[in-house]
């Protein structure tokens, strides 16, 4: 399978930290934005994309702050602090991060780490059935999407997602990202519109990996659910693993080694 090996390689390099075909804001600029949504023989492609964390990595706030400012410069996400705050990824704590982890005494380590969170792309989306536009849905290769021009700001979709991935531009993004470069060949919404992650979508249709997976320095890998012989199958083989919220129903598609 040509787009595996691919995809493989690309994580390889990652993990050497020699990411050759990383989309950096720069790199990716001039690359344009026609290069950025091509969909061709580059493209990685998968049954079920999926997503394993390994917290443990997580141990300073350097590392969570490389892979958050790799997703929010490369997709513009404007830096808004306040409760109109827009984000892709985050991080908070243990009890807000797993809320229905309540039965027992975690290890104190595991009490005071921080996790990342972000858009689960779950098999069984909320966010997608209460839609009425059809602004967001989910793919074969089952990552959630967003299409910001049917998107009519509603917010069904953030009220239905028991993640909080979702974020409402309540003003316009664009007045927000004066003081860094802008990446134009990433897309800005608008003012209305709903965001979060796309798995970074747009760069698997070049067969490049996620940014936050490339930023993670191989604390997080990225793959393909549905083959048994996908990197993240083996970690998740190797490691025990939990989701967020599992008992909803939503079937998360990232997984968090504690
Ligand atoms: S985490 Fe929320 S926004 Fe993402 S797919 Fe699941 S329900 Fe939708
Ligand atoms: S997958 Fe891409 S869009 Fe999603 S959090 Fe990672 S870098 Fe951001």
Known sequence: MKNRRQFLKVAGL??????????????????????????????LK??????????????SP??????ISA??????????????????????????TFTDQKDNYP???????????????????????????QATFRRSDGIVVMDYHRCIGCRFCMAACPYGARSFNFEDPRNFLEDRELNVSFPTRMRGVVEKCTFCSELLAVGKAPLCVEASEGAIVFGDLDDPASDVRKVLAENFTIRRKPTLGTEPSVYYII
């Open 46 to 59: 998968g049954g079920h994309w999926g997503m394993v964390i390994d917290t443990r990595a997580f141990d």
């Open 107 to 133: 290890a104190k380590d595991v009490l005071e780490r921080k996790y990342l969170m972000l858009c689960n792309h779950c098999v069984n989306p909320a966010c997608v059935r209460v839609c009425p536009t």
């Open 62 to 67: 350097e590392k969570f702050e490389a892979v």
């Open 14 to 43: 990652s993990t050497l930290g020699l990411a050759g075909g990383l989309a950096l804001p720069g790199m990716a600029r001039a690359a344009g934005l026609k290069d950025s949504y091509r969909s061709g023989q580059e493209a």
């Open 71 to 96: 997703c929010h410069k490369y997709h513009n996400v404007p830096a808004i602090n306040s409760k109109r705050e827009v984000k892709w990824i985050w991080k908070d704590g243990y009890h807000q």
